[in-house]
């Protein structure tokens, strides 16, 4: 019933979204608001191509993720769009100046894919590029976004991706809107994620046109890759919330070339900064190790918590830091992140996390999923491993 009740809702929603944009630029501007806001309520989640299989894509691919998301239970938890990345696409357009799927690697056609993951209460992700080429070289949308646009509604597609290569060297703020235009012309609800590698600070006005923004460049299977977007993403905390999001790029956990527990601060600052949540590792055939860390629903929650606040850096002592956001019901999140080669001890004092110092909380710990046996006032200490973290939320028991 829930669920029935819910997508009644959310068709009676789209219904009026289209009945506003077509009555006058205001009402398609208060169109273009809703629809957004509708479809980012909280950070996607979900998987995507490009980290892990590069350009070595095809369906098959794509149906055995789709599979194994919903065998694993990785789809319960929230991990809803399967994202085909670049290099998807045949090297010309048909005749009719129309993009074509890849006859080698997807001879069933996209629309074909979709209405597989689609039957399994999944939903399809495809990339595309504001240039003339796409980073790999392959037909990028500028001067086509209707024609594309209208390819990809009729395909069935969820979620757009939309890079930045090879473009005609005019901003990002004259480029992006037209497939942002173009999209909602088309009447389909598609998650619409801006990918200019933040050269443009598209935080600042990507939340007019976009669900979601990159505020960094490509991310890498690297500890470093993973503390410098942290801190470049930090910096636009405040910009982000229901309707749009700011994204640090996809996870690399599970990829091999981090521990496991650089893998797991990884995951748990993605998720306090209300990043999209989109896996980049082989779905198909995951490490327990990985699985655990992807599968936290305690650390989904922060992610998915509809205050939609992003967690920030609150606090720094050389390479110790202290990450912390609000949560609803008057609940903080608190990462305490070790960046330092050597074990350390790390203290979370409540005036840094916006807590009355004379607050007593409990203390839940994310990651062992139990509480603290007492109650805390004041601070929280803990011993935190080399490149590790502890995350946990408190919920005051007295102010």
Not at 207 to 216: E, K, V
Request: charged share 20%; with cysteine; proline share 4%.
């Amino acid at each position: 019933m829930d669920f029935q009740y819910g997508c009644f809702r959310y068709a009676v929603l789209l219904a009026f979204i289209c009945s506003a944009m077509t009555c006058g630029a205001e009402n398609r501007a208060l169109g273009r608001i809703l629809l957004q806001n509708a479809l980012a309520q909280t950070p996607p989640l979900g998987w995507n191509s490009w980290n892990h299989y590069g350009c070595n894509i095809n369906e098959n691919i794509i149906r055995e993720t789709t599979d194994a998301l919903v065998s694993n239970g990785l789809s319960n938890l929230g991990y809803t769009y399967v994202n085909i990345d670049d290099c998807w696409a045949e090297p010309n357009r048909d005749q009719n100046g129309r993009l074509v799927a890849s006859a080698s690697k997807f001879p069933s056609g996209i629309k074909a894919l979709a209405d597989y993951v689609h039957s399994k209460g999944l939903k399809l992700g495809i990339y595309s590029d504001a240039g003339y080429y796409t980073c790999q070289k392959q037909p990028g949308s500028l001067g086509h976004e209707q024609v594309d646009a209208d390819t990809f509604a009729y395909w069935g597609v969820d979620y757009l991706k939309y890079d930045n290569c090879y473009n005609d060297g005019s901003k990002p703020e004259s480029r992006y809107p037209k497939m942002h235009d173009a999209l909602l012309r088309t009447r389909r609800p598609i998650f619409y994620s801006l990918c200019e590698w933040g050269l443009d600070v598209p935080a600042t006005w990507a939340r007019q046109i976009g669900s979601s923004w990159r505020t960094t460049q490509d991310i890498e299977d690297k500890w470093e890759s993973i503390i410098s977007r942290a801190d470049q993403n930090n910096e636009y905390a405040s910009f982000a919330g229901p309707g749009g999001w700011n994204d640090p790029d996809m996870l690399e956990v599970g990829n091999g070339h981090m521990t496991a527990e650089e893998y797991g601060s990884h995951f748990s600052i993605w998720a306090l900064m209300k990043a999209p949540l989109l896996i980049g590792c082989d779905a198909t055939s995951m490490d327990k190790k990985t699985y655990r860390i992807l599968s936290n629903s305690e650390v989904i929650a922060v992610n998915q918590d509809p205050l939609g606040v992003q967690g920030k850096k609150v606090s720094k002592q050389g390479d110790l830091e202290i990450w912390a956001g609000p949560l609803s019901n008057n609940r903080v999140a608190v990462v305490l992140w070790n960046r330092s080669n050597s074990r350390a001890t790390i203290t979370a004092k409540w005036e840094d996390i916006g807590l009355n110092p004379s607050a007593v909380v409990r203390v839940r710990n994310l990651w062992r999923h139990r509480e603290l046996e007492a109650n805390h006032q004041g601070s929280l200490t803990a011993s935190v491993k080399p490149h590790g973290c502890r995350m946990y939320v408190l919920t005051s028991v007295s102010s």
